[in-house]
Structures are given as structure tokens and as C-alpha cells.
């Protein structure tokens, strides 16, 4: 059974530092990452999609690395904004997708 | 191009009575899956619909089940309520073809228990 988990549960950072999210799951045997952004109540906005093949995918200030040997990925989101608040969920896909619980991230003005 | 949609946007139902959400996926895809957000938890995958037919399912009880319609549109079926089935339900859509490719979700609909 697919274990995911995402470290740390939730963080507060000052506008204009960099945000480093941490996800581990346990089964390597998947199609691909997905990381997902939910504000409060929302659904989710998919934000970057890694391939099992791939090492990494970049989108604007978010760069997403993924190390599947390991069962680790990793966001980072660069020079982070305060409309950069909210939830972020990595999710595997092994043909459905099983999500950690989220890292509940805030940045202040 | 629509996305994925969702009817309702919230539902408020008592302990043991039924319940339908409603689920219309993004043009192009054919397949659906349902999953249950707790608050304050990841979504957990309840079901997946392709060709009508449920194609895999996760650790939920018969209670839940679903239908999917010639247009790919997608019911799921809540028997029974109790309160802990209080969560953000999400639908979110594919193309069978592509198991690599993202699913896109639509913006759930909320059911609260009483």
C-alpha cells in the first residue's frame, strides 16, 4: 500500500525566502508526481507533473526534483510571495493517486 | 473548453439518509475518479470510472457507489450517512490512454452530516 508523506506539516516564512517542501512515498513503482496547491476550501490547481522518467520540471519560481529510487520529491518554490499562501499536496500516481497530507505554508508581508 | 464540474457546490444531509454528487469531466476525457477530503487530511481515492464500469477501488464501504454515463459524466452514490462521511468530495478526470498525464479536478462539492 502507497504511503506518502509530506515534512514538514506546516510553515511560516518572511516574503522573499525561498520555500523547500519535502514529500516521501514508499512504492517507487508509479507513473509519474503531481503537486498540487489548495487554498482554503477549494479544490486543487495542479502545479508541476514529473514523469517516473524524469529528475525534474520546472514552472516559473516553482522547480519540483523527484528522486524516485529514493521515494522522494521535493518543491521549491523560489522567492516566495504572500499570495504563495496555501496548501501544497505532492500526490503519486500508480494509476490512482494517493496524496500526503499537505504542507500548510504562510508567508508573511 | 470547460474544465471539470461539479454539482452541488454544498450539501447538508442528516445521519442515514442518501446522498448524489454529480460530476461532469473535462472535454476529451473518459475517465473519473472520486475521492474523499477530509479537513485537514490529503485526499483519499474512493473510486475510478472508465467505460461505464468501476475499474478500481479504494478502502471504502459498499455504502459508496458510483455510476458513469455514456458522456463520461460520473454520479457518486453515498447510502447511509453517517458523520464522518462530512468532507470535501472531489472529482477529477483523465484519459485512460494516458496514465501518465495529470488529472485535473474539479472543485468538489462540500457535504456536511448533522
Known amino acids: 500500500k502507497q504511503e506518502v508523506t509530506q515534512i514538514p506539516a506546516a510553515l511560516s516564512v518572511p516574503e522573499g525566502e525561498n520555500l523547500v517542501l519535502n514529500c516521501s512515498f514508499t512504492d517507487s513503482a508509479i507513473y509519474n508526481l503531481q503537486w498540487f496547491r489548495q487554498d482554503p476550501g477549494k479544490g486543487l490547481t495542479s502545479l508541476l507533473l514529473i514523469q517516473s522518467s524524469q529528475r525534474e520540471q520546472t514552472s516559473g519560481r516553482l522547480n519540483a526534483s523527484l528522486d524516485k529510487s529514493s521515494g522522494r520529491s521535493t518543491l521549491y518554490i523560489a522567492a516566495s510571495q504572500p499570495g504563495d499562501s496555501a496548501t501544497y499536496l505532492c500526490a503519486v500516481n500508480d494509476y490512482k493517486l494517493s496524496f500526503g497530507a499537505g504542507t500548510t505554508v504562510t508567508v508573511r508581508a | 473548453d470547460a474544465g471539470v464540474t461539479q454539482s452541488p457546490t454544498h450539501l447538508i444531509k442528516t445521519r442515514g439518509q442518501q446522498v448524489t454528487l454529480r460530476c461532469s469531466p473535462k472535454s476529451g476525457h473518459d475517465t473519473v475518479s472520486w475521492y474523499q477530503q477530509a479537513l485537514g487530511q490529503g485526499p483519499q481515492f474512493i473510486f475510478q470510472y472508465y467505460e461505464e464500469e468501476e475499474r478500481q477501488r479504494g478502502n471504502f464501504p459498499d455504502r459508496f457507489s458510483g455510476h458513469q454515463f455514456p458522456n463520461y459524466s460520473s454520479e457518486l452514490n453515498v447510502n447511509a450517512l453517517l458523520l464522518g462521511d462530512s468532507a470535501l468530495y472531489l472529482c477529477?478526470?483523465?484519459?485512460?490512454?494516458?496514465?501518465?498525464?495529470?488529472?485535473?479536478f474539479g472543485p468538489g462539492t462540500r457535504l456536511t452530516v448533522l
Open positions: 477529477a478526470s483523465s484519459l485512460a490512454l494516458l496514465n501518465s498525464d495529470t488529472q485535473y
